[in-house]
């Protein structure tokens, strides 16, 4: 089977220049879909434990009670000033 190719030899100086261009800019783009896949990632760790946060300290958590008690302190002696 012969190939009908419109080239002989090497491809001209054109593709091959685009063809760099175009790897460097996958390769750049590459790169920043990295970095933007590790700050997701950084930024949910970041609301899970934010969260976590927040279920200990709201109503029915393992803080509830102190904050409670704590805040009436407070008030007290806001009073006695």
Aim: aromatic letters at 8%.
């Amino acid at each position: 089977m012969s190939s009908k190719s419109p080239y002989k030899g090497a491809p001209p100086k054109y593709l091959n220049d685009f063809s760099k261009a175009l790897a460097s800019e996958v390769r750049i783009l590459l790169q920043e879909v990295g970095k933007l896949r590790d700050e997701r990632r950084q930024l949910q760790q970041e609301i899970a434990e934010l969260m976590s946060v927040k279920a200990k300290h709201s109503g029915g958590g393992e803080f509830a009670g102190y904050l409670k008690v704590r805040s009436r302190f407070l008030l007290g002696l806001l009073t006695l000033c």
